[in-house]
């Protein structure tokens, strides 16, 4: 479990996240939304401890980031699992060797058991005899499994997700949706997905936060999104035209 | 300001580079990798510069040196000393700022643009150690390449002095060997160190830091060359006045 206490992060005096509170639960899979500059990936950020926040609190199961030591900090993050929004992969490694990394570094396994684990996961998104393939041969949607293969192949805790769809076309974007939740719990991770993509939260969303100018401005669950009465989470959920219409369907019902 | 800035940046980056040490068996391969893309592939325009500017070196030297004042073996000395002393120290290192130094920055700061720099930090990986020390422990052989650079500086010019008709073998060789300082090897290695090092961490300091995108991984490229540059031209001052001044 995540517990995020009145975050705030500036940037040359400019703020960014103006004190967010929240709780990310256990094996669910949690959804921040909003438009574009809401402050989405420099809240990630801030989670992910690539960026310092300012003030407030970020607790994992009970500790706080901010009071752990160094080692502790790389225990932790051993313990995490990230997909990046361009999927981060090393491009001078073979697809294999990028799945295969975090165990390199972390743990101390004979390469034949690391190979083992690397397959099973490779498997497990489907990319089974793309092994020896570099990240530059591999299709957008590829390289994202490939980046959800390495982001699981040390069976993390948390998972993060940083608009694992953007880019994709609509079938693949909806491929690798299910793939995070189902990975998310076949292994009772607990996933944090940054998005922007209404479908996303059709999909996955259990639970959503909605931040609008560095504030929280709604949380609930992904049925009652669609009957919040918040202006500003009825603009974002609306915004498309397709959205629109099959509302304009369900009022005339 | 943003120079006062940036010189402590790239301290702290020094400082950094040293803490949390990559894994042992992971840091190898990287060193070897580094070794390959960094020395070993410089091997032929090194050779090939070397060869070519010793012999104009040679020649423009054997042009002012006419007439019955100069002494036959004054050609091979005056280009002993200049290669040795300058050129193949440093003027080949401004060359490498060019190959090497554009090399380091553009990877690392393509990482950066792609954002694998945030996925070895999200790791718990040290990011500086894992790609900057390599780089410094692979051009630990730059002083190698120098003295493949002088070997070749030398010999150029011995071709071209002998073929050319400027003077003869053995008065060159005699040239070669004449007042020789051992020191003066010494005082170039010593250059060749240092400058390795400026080699590894400037560019890879413009790489790791620079922010944008693939524009910015160019214009960050050019940056790293000038700092690189001006970087061992001073220092080239410097250890002259320390060591021959």
């Known amino acids: 479990m995540i517990r995020v206490k009145n975050i705030k992060k500036s940037f040359n005096e400019k703020p960014v996240l103006k004190g967010i509170s929240c709780e990310f639960e256990k094996g669910k899979t949690s959804l921040i939304i909003g438009q574009t500059g809401s402050g989405k990936t420099v809240f990630m950020k801030c989670l992910l401890g690539l960026h310092k926040h300012d003030s407030g609190k970020i607790i994992f ?51 034949d058991e690391m190979l083992d684990r690397v397959n099973l996961v490779l498997k497990r998104v489907e990319l089974e005899n793309s092994n020896n393939k570099m990240p530059s041969e591999a299709s957008g949607g590829m390289q994202k499994r490939v980046a959800i293969a ?34 998310t719990e076949e292994r009772n991770i607990t996933t944090i997905i940054n998005s922007h993509d209404m479908n996303s939260v059709m999909e996955i969303g259990e639970k959503i936060i909605f931040l609008k100018n560095g504030i929280l401005e709604w949380e609930g669950s992904k049925s009652n999104i669609f009957k919040t009465d918040n202006q500003a989470v009825t603009d974002f959920v609306y915004s498309s035209n397709l959205y629109k219409k099959v509302r304009k369907m369900y009022q005339k019902k | 300001m943003n120079f006062f800035h940036n010189i402590g940046l790239y301290i702290i980056m020094l400082q950094k580079m040293l803490h949390k040490p990559t894994k042992w068996k992971v840091m190898k391969e990287l060193i070897l990798k580094d070794t390959e ?90 990011s500086i150690n894992y790609l900057v020390f390599p780089k410094v422990i692979a051009l630990l052989l730059y002083p190698f390449l120098i003295s493949i650079a ?29 007042d020789f300082v051992p020191f003066h090897m010494t005082y170039a290695f010593i250059k060749s160190f240092v400058f390795a090092f400026i080699l590894a961490t400037v560019p890879s300091f413009h790489g790791y830091y620079m922010k944008g995108g693939a ?16 970087s061992i031209v001073v220092f080239n001052f410097l250890i002259t006045q320390m060591l021959l001044g």
Not at chain 2, 52 to 81: C, K, N, W
Not at chain 2, 217 to 228: D, E, M, N, Y
């Open chain 2, 215 to 230: 524009l910015e991984v160019g214009k960050a490229s050019t940056k790293s060359f000038i700092w690189t540059s001006v």
């Open chain 1, 150 to 183: 390495r982001a699981i192949v040390n069976n993390p805790e948390y998972l993060f997700c940083d608009e694992p769809n953007s880019g994709l076309d609509p079938k693949t974007a909806i491929v690798i949706d299910n793939l995070i939740k189902e990975i």
């Open chain 2, 37 to 126: 893309d960094t020395v070993v592939n410089s091997l032929g325009i090194i050779s090939f510069v070397s060869f070519f500017i010793g012999g104009v070196i040679t020649i423009q030297l054997a042009l002012s040196m006419t007439g019955s004042f100069y002494p036959d073996y004054l050609v091979g000395f005056a280009t002993r000393e200049t290669i040795i002393l300058e050129f193949a120290p440093t003027i080949i290192s401004i060359i490498m700022a060019g190959k090497v130094g554009s090399f380091i920055t553009s990877s690392i700061g393509s990482m950066r643009v792609t954002e694998q720099i945030d996925a070895l930090e999200v790791m718990g990986i040290n």
């Open chain 1, 61 to 111: 199961n009970d500790r706080d980031f901010e009071k752990m030591n160094d080692n502790q900090k790389m225990e932790l993050k051993s313990r995490i699992g990230t997909v990046f929004q361009g999927s981060a992969l090393f491009d001078s490694m073979t697809i294999e060797e990028n799945v295969m990394f975090p165990l390199k570094m972390f743990k101390n396994i004979p390469f």
């Open chain 2, 150 to 178: 002088m070997f070749l500086g030398i010999l150029g010019g011995m071709i071209a002095c002998v073929y050319g008709g400027y003077s003869t073998m053995s008065a060159f060789i005699e040239g070669i060997q004449t």
